[in-house]
């Protein structure tokens, strides 16, 4: 289904641009590309003491507006598989915007806690690109009605999983703050495969010197034998000079039955040298989920260097202290890509 998608898509762009049709008043292009490809070292480890890996987050694609209000757009990714890796459709869509309505059909991703700027840093991270609370693909409809200050939401969609979602809403924006509640139900929640209603806050406060960031949710998970759950993600950064910040935050996930939680605090200080830039990591994660608990603390060292506006590549290298385990490391090569263009 996505393959047939993708080429409807080439065909639909390459007709376009052969017959110059005028329905186009201005096309955006995009590319991005961060990347880490490295290895980790396990001195105590027997059946392979140095395992060679990558991560790579790609995207491609175009914006067209539309004349008339409206937009179409659509980009491409790709899946990293054992022996190959596939490119594949992310995200699909077209709106039409009238008054102070807009009706969208998307294919697209829902994301919350996806603001965070600290799991943003390091593309190893495993929320890097993701939402710290929940994360869902969906294909369906969406309406939205905005004011100045306000905007209401509507989604009505299908996840990957063939289930319904069902999402509502309510934003709230003035000056240097932001806010928005919500209400999401899934058919099947795709961490505990059971249904999931959510219920969910956030809000983001931001000035030049100071950025603060906040999400939680309540998962009612009836079908679950542990309960519901909570997650709730802090974050602070503060920039008191122009070459130099620090932030700290800390992601919490408690079990209603068992009493039980997992925590992960993440605090970095960056600092510039000339164009360099450099920053500092500290991670705390402890894992109560499971039998026996788990924590495990990493020292990071991120250093970076613009070859130009669109390119940055450095050195990442870690060092993890488990309780569980013996002392292992982790370095690698960082690269952040990413060109824009109206064409």
């Given at each position: 289904?996505?393959r047939?998608?993708?080429l409807?898509?080439?065909f ?18 995009y ?8 290895f ?19 995207f491609?694609g ?9 937009k ?10 054992f022996?190959?890796?596939e490119?594949?459709?992310n995200?699909?869509?077209?709106s039409?915007?009238?008054s102070d309505?807009?009706?969208s ?8 806690g ?30 939205i009605?905005h004011?100045k ?16 979602i ?6 709230w ?21 059971t ?48 070459y ?5 935050n ?7 039955l068992?009493?039980?939680q997992?925590?992960q605090?993440?605090?970095f200080l ?7 830039e ?30 130009s ?10 060092l ?7 002392n292992?490391y982790e ?7 990413s ?5």
């Open positions: 289904m996505k047939n998608r993708i409807f898509l080439i639909f762009f390459i007709l376009t641009k052969s017959f110059a049709l005028e329905m186009f008043d201005r096309d955006n292009f590319f991005q590309l961060n990347s880490f490809i490295g980790d070292h396990f001195p105590d480890r027997e059946y392979k003491t140095t395992n060679y890996f990558d991560r790579n987050v790609f491609a175009w914006k067209y507006r539309l004349r008339q209000n409206s179409f757009w659509f980009d491409l990714t790709y899946n990293d598989k022996y190959a890796r490119i594949l459709l995200r699909l869509g077209v039409y915007e009238i309505f807009i009706f059909a998307k294919y697209d991703d829902l994301k919350y996806a603001e965070s700027q600290i799991y943003a840093l390091q593309v190893k991270d495993r929320f890097y690109d993701l939402g710290v609370i929940e994360n869902y693909q969906f294909n369906g409809g969406e309406i009605f004011k200050k306000y905007a209401v939401k509507g989604l009505l969609a299908g996840n990957s999983f063939h289930y319904l069902g999402n509502l809403e309510l934003n924006k003035h000056k240097n703050l932001k806010a928005k509640i919500y209400y999401l139900f899934v058919g099947r929640n795709e961490e505990y495969n249904k999931n209603h959510s219920f969910g806050i956030e809000t983001k406060f931001e000035i030049p010197y100071l950025t603060f960031y906040q999400s939680f949710v309540y998962q009612y998970l009836p079908n679950r034998e542990k309960g519901d759950k909570i997650k709730t993600l802090w974050e602070i950064i503060v920039r008191p000079i122009q130099f910040e620090f932030g700290s800390l992601f919490l996930e408690s079990f209603e068992s009493q039980k997992n925590s605090s993440q605090s960056k600092f510039k040298l000339a164009s360099l450099n920053y500092f990591f500290y991670r705390y994660n402890k894992i109560e989920e499971f039998s026996s608990d788990y924590l495990n603390i990493e020292y990071s060292f991120l250093h970076l260097y613009p070859f506006k669109h390119f940055m590549m450095g050195i990442n290298a870690s993890f202290t488990p309780d569980f385990d013996d292992y370095i690698g090569l960082q690269v952040n890509f060109y824009e263009k109206n064409i």
